[in-house]
Nanobody, 122 residues
Framework: QVQLVESGGGLVQAGGSLRLSCVASVRTFSRYAMGWFRQAPGKEREFVAAISWSGSNIDYAESANGRFTISRDNAKNTVYLQMNSLTPEDTAVYYC???????????????WGRGTQVTVSS
């Protein structure tokens, strides 16, 4: 069992940056792999990025690679998504995901937070 709370979303101009945070409720963090998905209105939820507990395994979607950076601070039970060079196509609700297995996070079948809205204006 893990509860996830996302924050850091908001309104930003195209070309700007945001950093999303996700805090897990587990006191010891339990070595969960964590990641980010996003969902725009009328579209399916899509994978963005994932990171293993140690940080040694990282995976990015093609849309994120080169612009987004996922990282984590296990002492704070927190995972981050630094988003640079944002475009209106990045507008979506961003969801935090977690599971003991990295592959489960990437597949989108683990636990979820309630999401944080990111809106990028042109």
């Amino acid at each position: 069992q893990v509860q996830l709370v996302e924050s850091g979303g908001g309104l930003v101009q195209a070309g700007g940056s945001l950093r999303l945070s996700c805090v897990a409720s587990v006191r010891t963090f339990s070595r969960y792999a964590m990641g980010w998905f996003r969902q725009a209105p009328g579209k399916e939820r899509e994978f963005v990025a994932a990171i293993s507990w140690s940080g040694s395994n990282i995976d990015y979607a093609e849309s994120a690679n080169g612009r987004f950076t996922i990282s984590r601070d296990n002492a704070k039970n927190t995972v981050y998504l630094q988003m640079n060079s944002l475009t209106p196509e990045d507008t979506a609700v961003y969801y935090c995901a977690a599971d003991p297995r990295f592959a489960t996070v990437v597949s989108g079948t683990g636990s979820w937070g309630r999401g944080t809205q990111v809106t990028v204006s042109s």
